[in-house]
């Protein structure tokens, strides 16, 4: 259930069912010329909610920018410090705590939030009542993808199913 589409009652019935909230983070950066900027976030959305549904868990608006310090340098790539980004990891967990939400789940879209992990298990090993889990959908990929790593035909795939109209003529074949 998306967050953002409840009253607050709502809100509270969702945390008292499961007390699991879904948060997906992707990253605003070139993928070539056949992708649009936003597809790491597409991507993270749509697994996001497909987590959600089967967890029963609340669901947040996506984080849209991500660390992209790789892309630095491509038009229309935006990047958010690693810093920026684990004291957003942070502060969204003390916030979500104290709703009383015991675990976040962080659906990461993009490679290049590496700095969300070393976070995560800063505040996973304080005595807090919340914990919080990251999922990496591409990381077990590798046997499938070739090794490739960004905007290679794997990506392009998935983005192809989720979202067929946004991929580009040239790469459809």
Do not use: C
Request: glycine letters at 8%; hydrophobic letters at 40%.
């Amino acid at each position: 259930m998306a967050y953002v589409d409840k009253d607050s009652r709502s809100v509270d019935w969702q945390l008292n069912e499961s007390g699991i909230v879904v948060w997906p983070i992707g990253a605003f950066e070139q993928h070539g010329y056949h992708m649009p900027l936003n597809t790491d976030n597409i991507q993270a959305e749509y697994f996001g909610k497909y987590l959600a549904k089967r967890l029963d868990a609340a669901l947040l608006p996506a984080l849209p920018f991500g660390t992209s310090l790789e892309h630095a340098g491509f038009r229309g790539s935006i990047t958010l410090s690693p810093e920026l980004m684990m004291g957003m990891v942070a502060h969204m967990a003390d916030e979500l705590e104290a709703q009383n939400f015991h675990t976040l789940i962080i659906m990461n879209g993009h490679g290049g939030n590496f700095s969300i992990a070393p976070k995560v298990r800063e505040i996973n090993r304080q005595d807090r009542p919340i914990k919080i889990l990251i999922v990496r959908p591409w990381e077990h990929t590798t046997a499938f993808s070739g090794n490739e790593i960004h905007s290679g035909e794997f990506e392009t795939s998935v983005l192809l199913e989720i979202e067929p109209k946004l991929v580009g003529d040239d790469r459809r074949d």
